[in-house]
């Protein structure tokens, strides 16, 4: 089956600096990937949809500069979280092939 | 904003018992889908409900979309340790093709 893969799986960090976040799916293309965010027995929340060759949409909310995404091929997606600050510290997953498919996410950790 | 009501949210029960959980909205959903997730994991999709009033089955797990797509269950028969995680439904709605998610599920089977 397909799979997405997120890299990396654990990051601590600290306060100001930038972290990035690769989404790749493995075994097929993806025109869109999703970001999400998850808070600890939280559900998912979307922040943003990435588009290949185009800008990403996001929702209502999240600041596009603070989060950038990418989405240079059809094969990856990233998010970069710039400036982190300890609230940014948040389970992030991206998914692919409509959202069916989730990557294993990426444990932020932001001191 | 589209909303997904999913209950209980936390629920602990000995081996070996039956529990159900609901998803409910006030909108109509193309199609909906339940995922399970473990720690530190990302969400894995379980089934995906297309047509109101569709009953699927997965071994122990009985998933039932609502005649008006707005609504949905999952009955788990016998719950075994195993069991264990956290059970987020997600619709699809009509307009844009976004998943949405309900709050979770935080399923504990105690042997």
């Known amino acids: 089956g397909a799979v997405v893969s997120q890299h990396p799986s654990r990051v601590i960090c600290k306060s100001g600096t930038s972290v990035k976040i690769e989404c790749r799916s493995l075994?097929?293309?993806?025109?869109?990937m999703f970001w999400y965010r998850q808070f600890p027995k939280k559900s998912l929340m979307l922040m943003a949809t990435?588009?290949?060759?185009?800008?990403?949409?996001?929702e209502q909310g999240v600041e596009k500069d603070k989060f950038l995404i990418n989405h240079a091929s059809l094969t990856l997606s990233t998010l970069t979280v710039t400036s982190a600050h300890p609230e940014d510290s948040s389970f992030y997953i991206c998914?692919?092939?409509?959202?069916?498919?989730f990557g294993p996410g990426t444990r932020l950790t932001v001191l | 904003t589209q909303l997904l009501e999913q209950s209980p949210q936390f629920l602990s029960i000995q081996e070996g018992e039956n529990l159900t959980v609901y998803c409910n909205s006030s909108s109509v959903f193309s199609s909906l889908q339940w995922y399970r997730q473990e720690p530190g994991e990302g969400p894995v999709l379980l089934v995906t409900v297309v047509t109101g009033g569709e009953v699927k089955k997965l071994k122990r797990l009985t998933f039932q979309f609502g005649d008006a797509r707005k609504d949905s269950s999952l009955h788990i028969t016998a719950a075994q340790p195993g069991d264990t995680g956290l059970y987020l439904c997600?619709?699809?709605?009509?307009?844009?093709?976004?998943?949405?998610f309900g709050q979770g599920t935080e399923l504990s089977v105690k042997p």
């Open positions: 997600a619709g699809v709605h009509n307009q844009g093709g976004k998943l949405i």
């Open positions: 990435s588009n290949e060759g185009s800008k990403a949409t996001y």
């Open positions: 998914s692919a092939r409509d959202t069916q498919y």
């Open positions: 075994d097929f293309q993806a025109t869109t």
